[in-house]
């Protein structure tokens, strides 16, 4: 569990605080059971959000945004493109406009969990010992 909070919410100095005046929470929750020698279950669980201290200036550097998708995350999508978003094509001027959103712009807010199933492969007894722990190192997911 992490909470951050930006200084500039606190600052007191108005509009010199500077864009970034938010409090951003996230809870991530991970567990791996062993089922058996060579299986493992992993379950993960992510929520957070962020909190702006000024409505009117909603500003978050990007860093700092929710993305979903990618190895960290969602396996099964691609980097940053697991989003939710009202906008569709149809709404936008060009496939570049769309790009731009899945890459750069982020969500305020973040709900995401996967289950994992991991087999690792068992090498044959003949196999030579230089090349047996390349092949066990070897397993699907």
């Known amino acids: 569990m992490s909470a951050e909070v930006s200084m500039a919410l606190f600052s007191g100095v108005g509009k010199w605080a500077g864009l970034a005046q938010y ?3 996230n809870f991530k929750a991970v567990h791996f059971t062993r089922l058996t020698s060579q299986s493992v279950l992993g379950l993960k ?14 500003y978050i550097p990007l860093e700092k945004q929710f993305f979903a998708g990618g190895a960290n995350s969602v396996r099964a999508w691609q980097s940053r493109e697991l989003r939710y978003t009202k ?5 936008l001027d060009s496939i570049n406009d769309l790009g731009f959103l899945q890459k750069y712009v982020g969500n305020q807010g973040i709900f995401e969990g996967s289950v994992e199933y991991r087999y690792s492969i068992r090498s044959p007894r003949w196999v030579p010992p230089n090349i047996k722990s390349h092949i066990e190192a070897l397993g699907i997911t």
């Open 23 to 25: 409090f951003k929470l």
């Open 45 to 58: 669980f992510r929520a957070g959000g962020i909190f702006f201290g000024d409505n009117e200036k909603k």
């Open 87 to 91: 906008q569709n094509l149809a709404a």
